[in-house]
Each structure stands twice: as structure tokens, then as C-alpha cells.
């Protein structure tokens, strides 16, 4: 009976869970097949037309040693964190957003859900479709520079913790935007740079000195090479830096996100 | 699982005030609710009345104050509030990715009941929607939408449900209609708080009614003593010849002349009436009797601008 009164409400978390799947599963040729296409022209015409005339990438690895790799396949984790960062963001923010603006805002908060179910429904569902596009991203891929999974857990753990905190980041998006327009500064303005320029298409390493430092600020660049680990099992900065760094953003993100939930903040009038 | 009352009381408010900073949207409320009846909140725009219905449901949090229902808080006990109240928001609302079947299958499981399909469909069939079952929600007409948010509303079969302003923009006989599903749930146990504009939805329905204004609840009555209270019945009498200017000494001196063919005294009871009549047919033709009573209406405007005349 407890459990009914103050316990975390599991039907209610299921079915928001569900509903937020159902949302983007429905629209499914815009919400999975899109990025998708977008991120295999992205890696049609980089990995594969250029990577045949780059032939392979030669950088230094965070073990010191220098490494060759096909560039087409060295290309694949940065496009692979490019999609699953916008749409683990996209799915939280539009869907929130929506919400807000079409008042069904008003069945989440009179609902018997506390911040735990709302959080954990939310992110959920957006790290599903994040990792749902990447999946797909690195299967195209796989199919012209062969199925490369170095170290499956690092993998799964960059991928997990990546689209988590750009789920977060989506949920607070929406929470603060009052107009689609504000909703569109952190994919365009935000997210979008910070990618490319988080060695995506090149290395960080073979910069000169200042970009390097710079780039090292660039958080997205953390997330890059920790996949470029799982999946190439090599990378420009130490795996564990990696790690370090985007579990730290996580919790940040997580923190921040309950906050706001508990205060209501951009929901409860 | 039903929540378990800890308080037969459906709902008490104990100083519930809420301001945006320096503006106060509600001065603070003491409110009991009593179980099965229909309180109807009346006031004129922005006076409150959502602003008090928000707090309650979780749209917003108050500023003071602490709200029970069924003896739960609804800060610190939220999920059990929740589950107890149901609540069909004034503005319309609508998922476009869902049908009305949907809708209502997704509304059991965020309530945190088990999703009936059966129960959806009767919902359906209640609220005239059946042949709406699987279309887009977007193409239901505004009537339909609304019939929607009421099924949505009772998914969880709440024991309190608050009808904010939920005839507004609908059609007389769709009115009717909502009214019959309110008196039948009230008839089924259900404790039901309503907000309207119309005086005569609140005149046939409420048992009892509260007054707001600029966020202040200026009273709490039953609608029979509110009415017996205000009650300022007139008797008027039209003639079929026009009346002098200064009336005849043989007629009554309760009288006034309104209009050349026009009569009125105050409602004194039944035999005074007959000597008014009496002493007007003695000298002058009576064409048309007829008392008029006052409504919720006239009572309302009333007490509204007595409040704004004495600035409260």
C-alpha cells in the first residue's frame, strides 16, 4: 500500500516509457530512416569517395604509437556518436516541447508520476531511438568497410552514456525554450559544430599545438574517440580519460535534469 | 489497486495562497469539500478559479498553505492525490500521434491503473465517441475533443473530479448532455468541482457554491441559502390601460409605477398578492401577472460589484 502512496509509480513510468517509443516509432521514415540517410551521405561521400583517395589514416594513438586505419572506417564512430547525439537530443526535446505547446503538458504533470518516472521514461525512449540510428549508421557502414567491435562494452558504455546526457540536455532544452526557435539554437548552433569539429572526419593529434589544445576543450571530442576505441580499439586520447570525462558529463546532466524536474522549472506554473 | 481514504473529507484547503512574486494570483483559501457533492466555483476572468483547481491537481504548487485530499497532501503524498483526482482542463488539448482509443489505453497506464480495453470503449460509448474509436485525434470536431478530455479525465475513475469551465464553447444540447454525465456521476459517488461562467449551469447543478474575485473567495453557500438569502422576489403587474403619472390613493401603497402600463411591489407572500391585485382591479384593467425571481445571475453580479466597490 506504501508503495502506492510514496513509491516510485512502475505502471505509469512503463506507459510513459512506451507512449514516448510509440511517438517516434510511428513517425519512423522521419525519426529513423532521415537521420540515416543523412549520416550515410555523410559517409558515402567522406568515408568512401574521399577515404579512396585519403587511402588510410595515419595519427597518433593515445598509447604514443603511431596507427594506420582506412580512413572510411575511421570516419564511422564519429558519425555514428553525430547521429545517436541528435536524435537521443531531438527525441526528448520535441517530444517535451510538443507537449508544452499542444497542452498535453497537463496529463504529465497531473499524472501520479514523480521525477524518477518522468527521468527515467524520458531518457529511456531517447536512448533507444539514439542507439536504434547508430546501430543502423554503423550496419551501412559495416557493409563497406567491414563489421569493425573492437571492445563491445566500451562500445555499449560510450553509446549509453552519450545519448543519456544528450537526452538530458534535449529535456532541459525543452524546459527552458518558450518558441521553436529557441528549441533550434542547440542542434544548429550547439551540438552540430562541437561535433564536427570533435575530430569526427580528422585527428586532433596531428593539429597544430593551439587547435589541439582547443579542441581538447570540446567535449563532443571525448565522446568520439571513446567509440572510436570500442569499435576501432584505438584512439587519440586515452580510453579512461574518455570515460572519465563522459561520465562526469552524464552525472552532471542527470543532476541538473532532477533538479529541474523536482522544481517544476519550464512545467509547473 | 484503489488508494485507501484516510479521510472521508474529499478535500480541504488550509490557507492555500499562490503569488508569481510580487503578484498574488490567490489569497489564501480555507475550503472543506464535502463528500458527493457538486461545488460550483464562479467568478469572473482571472479571478482564480483555475489558479486554485492547478494547485489541487499539480498543475502548479502553491505558495502557502496545504491541500488534503482524502487526508493526503498533495505535495509530500503527490501519487496518491493523483490517483484520486481527476481533472478536464479548460483549455483543449490534444495528442496528434494518438486516437481516442489510444488516448485512453495511455491515460489508464499514466494514471497507473491497469489499461482496461473494455472500460476504454465504454468511456467511448458514455461520451458519444465510439464511432470515433480509431480516427486521428486531430480531426475530432472541438465538442468531440472536449468529450475526449472528460473520458480521459475518468479513466482512473477518480473520486474527485474537477470540471474547469467544461461547457464553455459547446453546444446547448451537448451541454445537457455533459450536465446528465455530471449528475450521474455525482450519483455514483463521485465528489465533483466545477468552474463556469454560466450561472445557470452552476443553478442547476451545484449543491453548494463559492464566489471568487480577484483572487479573493468571497463566500461559501449553499445554492438554496444564497438564493433564499438574496431573495428579492417582484411582483409585476401589467395593466391594459396606461396609468396615470401620479398613482390613484385607492391603490395600494406597496406599488410603484415602473412604466405607463407597468406595476410593481416587492414578494410579500401569497395573500398580499391577492390584495395587490385586488385594489389594482378595482380601478384599472389587469392585463399580464407575474413574479420574477432573482437568479444565480443577478446574485453574482451583485456581489461582485459590492466587492469591487469596497475594494476587496
Known amino acids: 500500500m506504501t508503495s502506492d502512496v510514496t513509491g516510485v509509480n512502475r505502471r505509469a513510468m512503463r506507459t510513459l516509457f512506451h507512449k514516448e517509443i510509440q511517438r517516434f516509432a510511428k513517425v519512423w521514415l522521419q525519426t529513423v530512416i532521415s ?47 553525430l547521429s545517436m547525439i541528435s536524435n537521443s537530443f531531438l527525441n526528448t526535446s520535441s517530444s517535451l516541447f510538443q507537449s508544452k505547446i499542444n497542452g498535453t503538458l497537463v496529463d504529465l504533470l497531473t499524472a501520479p508520476l514523480g521525477t524518477p518516472e518522468i527521468l527515467t521514461a524520458y531518457l529511456s525512449a531517447a536512448v533507444f531511438r539514439g542507439i536504434a540510428v547508430g546501430l543502423l549508421v554503423w550496419i551501412v557502414a559495416g557493409l563497406f568497410t567491414g563489421f569493425a567491435l573492437a571492445h563491445p562494452l566500451w562500445a555499449i558504455f560510450f553509446s549509453v552514456a552519450v545519448t543519456t546526457t544528450f537526452a538530458g540536455v534535449g529535456l532541459l532544452a525543452a524546459l527552458w525554450a518558450e518558441k521553436f526557435d529557441h528549441l533550434s539554437i542547440f542542434p544548429n548552433f550547439i551540438v552540430q559544430p562541437l561535433t564536427f569539429l570533435g575530430g569526427v572526419f580528422y585527428s586532433v593529434t596531428d593539429l597544430p599545438p593551439l587547435w589541439e589544445t582547443i579542441s581538447r576543450c570540446n567535449p563532443v571530442l571525448y565522446t568520439v574517440s571513446g567509440l572510436r576505441y570500442g569499435i576501432l580499439g584505438v584512439s587519440e586520447i586515452p580510453v579512461m580519460t574518455s570515460a572519465v570525462a563522459v561520465g562526469a558529463a552524464m552525472l552532471i546532466v542527470l543532476i541538473i535534469c532532477t533538479i529541474a524536474l523536482n522544481r517544476g522549472y519550464g512545467m509547473r506554473r | 489497486m484503489p488508494i485507501a481514504e484516510q479521510d472521508p473529507r474529499p478535500l480541504v484547503l488550509r490557507g492555500v495562497g499562490k503569488s508569481y512574486g510580487a503578484r498574488t494570483a490567490l489569497q489564501p483559501v480555507d475550503l472543506e469539500i464535502r463528500r458527493g457533492e457538486i461545488f460550483a466555483l464562479l467568478g469572473p476572468n482571472g479571478a482564480g478559479k483555475s489558479t486554485l483547481i492547478h494547485c489541487i491537481s499539480g498543475i502548479s504548487t502553491q505558495t502557502v498553505g496545504a491541500i488534503s485530499v482524502f487526508g493526503y497532501d498533495t505535495v509530500r503524498e503527490f501519487r496518491a492525490t493523483r490517483r484520486l483526482v481527476g481533472l478536464v482542463p479548460q483549455e483543449i488539448n490534444f495528442d496528434p500521434f494518438f486516437t481516442p482509443f489510444e488516448c485512453l489505453m495511455i491515460q489508464m497506464g499514466l494514471m497507473g491503473v491497469e489499461p482496461d480495453p473494455t472500460w476504454a470503449d465504454e468511456l467511448l460509448a458514455r461520451m458519444s465517441l465510439t464511432s470515433h474509436r480509431n480516427s486521428y485525434t486531430r480531426t475530432l470536431s472541438g465538442g468531440m475533443k472536449r468529450r475526449l ?145 432573482t437568479s444565480l445571475e443577478d446574485i453574482f453580479v451583485d456581489l461582485i460589484r459590492e466587492a469591487d466597490r469596497t475594494g476587496a
Open chain 2, 149 to 293: 478530455l472528460i473520458a480521459k479525465a475518468l479513466v482512473h475513475k477518480p473520486r474527485l473530479l474537477f470540471l474547469d469551465e467544461p461547457t464553455a464553447g459547446v453546444d446547448v444540447e451537448l451541454r445537457r448532455d455533459l450536465w446528465q454525465q455530471v449528475e450521474l456521476l455525482r450519483d455514483q459517488g463521485t465528489t465533483v468541482i466545477l468552474t463556469t461562467h454560466y450561472l445557470e449551469e452552476a443553478e442547476r447543478l451545484a449543491d453548494r457554491v463559492g464566489v471568487i474575485n480577484k483572487g479573493r473567495l468571497l463566500l461559501v453557500e449553499t445554492k438554496a441559502d444564497l438564493m433564499r438569502q438574496f431573495d428579492a422576489r417582484q411582483v409585476r403587474i401589467t395593466t391594459g390601460t396606461p396609468l396615470p403619472e401620479v398613482l390613484p390613493a385607492t391603490l395600494d401603497a406597496a406599488l410603484t409605477r415602473q412604466s405607463p402600463c407597468l406595476l410593481s411591489a416587492p414578494w410579500q407572500g401569497a395573500e398580499r398578492m391577492a390584495e395587490l391585485l385586488s385594489s389594482v382591479s378595482a380601478s384599472f384593467q389587469v392585463q399580464d401577472v407575474s413574479i420574477q425571481r
Open chain 1, 35 to 81: 537521420p540515416l540517410v543523412t549520416t550515410s551521405l555523410y559517409f558515402l561521400v567522406f568515408g568512401v569517395a574521399l577515404g579512396a583517395r585519403v587511402g588510410t589514416m595515419s595519427f597518433t594513438g593515445s598509447d604514443g604509437a603511431g596507427h594506420e586505419v582506412p580512413y572510411g572506417a575511421f570516419v564511422v564512430p564519429g558519425l555514428m556518436m
